[in-house]
């Protein structure tokens, strides 16, 4: 597990780039996912708004806690595909049925980030990324890798 601060925009950019190159790092034949855990405002939307754009996504990010999940074509040489899941509102984990995510997860060209993962129960991650508020301006973030590079 790692850990850090992040105290600003630039260092979020930083650590976007940075989870960006691990998961282009290693191969496997399914689609990758990143869980984001964290405190309300905490910057999970923030973090992946910068991780569509290393991944070559353009156009706007924003957050799907309305709609649950949107979908980004990405220009990436082997990622060509981010679903971006909020579960903040879901209830029960059978909610996220809705979400139709079995086919995704077979893609190895899809990348699923979601966010509040602990709302649906089932998706093993590739990286869990736990963020904390620590103030105004820092957030305290864990690294937890499950794939051997």
Not at 41 to 60: D, H, I, Q, S, W
Not at 81 to 98: G, L, N, Q
Not at 104 to 116: A, G, K, Q, R
Request: proline share 3%; net charge negative.
């Amino acid at each position: 597990m790692e850990e850090r601060v992040i105290s600003n925009e630039e260092e979020i950019k930083d650590f976007a780039l940075y989870i960006c190159e691990k998961l282009s790092s290693f191969k496997k034949n399914k689609a990758k996912v990143l869980l984001l855990e964290g405190d309300l405002g905490a910057g999970k939307t923030t973090f992946t708004k910068e991780l569509a754009k290393c991944f070559g996504v353009e156009g706007t990010v924003n957050s799907p806690t309305f709609i649950l999940r949107k979908d980004y074509a990405s220009k990436h040489s082997h990622i060509k595909k981010i679903i971006h899941v909020d579960a903040y509102r879901f209830t029960h984990p059978k909610e996220s049925r809705a979400l139709r995510l079995e086919e995704e997860l077979i893609d190895p060209s899809n990348l699923i980030i979601v966010e509040w993962p602990s709302k649906m129960n089932y998706l093993k991650s590739d990286i869990t990324i736990f963020m904390e508020i620590v103030d105004e301006n820092k957030r305290f973030v864990q690294i937890k890798y499950d794939f051997e590079e």
